[in-house]
């Protein structure tokens, strides 16, 4: 997986001007504006096959019986790599432990885009994959990650997907219900269901 200004560097910015509510974002050098999400009126299946993943460093292991959970307090995230696929656009969200106790990350986080111009919420959030999640125990120091699965830009009608300017993302960890804000501007649907993509299960390990 590409760390996300090498893949900025590669894939020309497409900036959806047509029916936003905010101006896209832009910055001298690319290097903090991400890749503009779209999508379609009916979106193709997001694939959630991970045998393309290298093995992950850095991160936690199978859980073990006893653990505590992470709060969100004993958490950071961050966007990791970036990588596109006939296609989508996989984003690495990035959890590291903070605290000085080992503790256990299993299943899915809610990750919402967040608007530049309102801070509230944008769409949907991203849906659960189906795919199996398994307990991770984090060490202090530790990380895990999920996958943020969403369609190329270039694909949606703007009068259907109505693109409006995010600053970034707010992630709830899997049973908690305080977020953590995660910075990166870019653009994003704002009619709701319309490229909301999915996220896939908390595995071990930074990308």
Known sequence: MRPLANLLAAVPLVLVAACSNDE???T???QATWVIPSGTATEAPIPSN???EATPSGGGTAAAAGVSRCHTGSLTARTGGVESTAGVLYLSLVFTN?????CSLTGYPTVSW???KTGKTV????????GTASPVVLEPGAQAHATLAYHQPGEADPAKCKPVTVKGYRVVPPRESTSIFVTGATVACSSTGINTGKVLAIIAGAK
């Open 24 to 26: 896209p974002p832009v």
């Open 123 to 130: 769409n949907k959030p991203f849906a659960p994959d189906a």
């Open 98 to 102: 903070k605290s000085p106790e080992k």
């Open 28 to 30: 001298a050098d690319q």
């Open 50 to 52: 991970r045998t393309t």
């Open 114 to 116: 967040v608007s530049a």
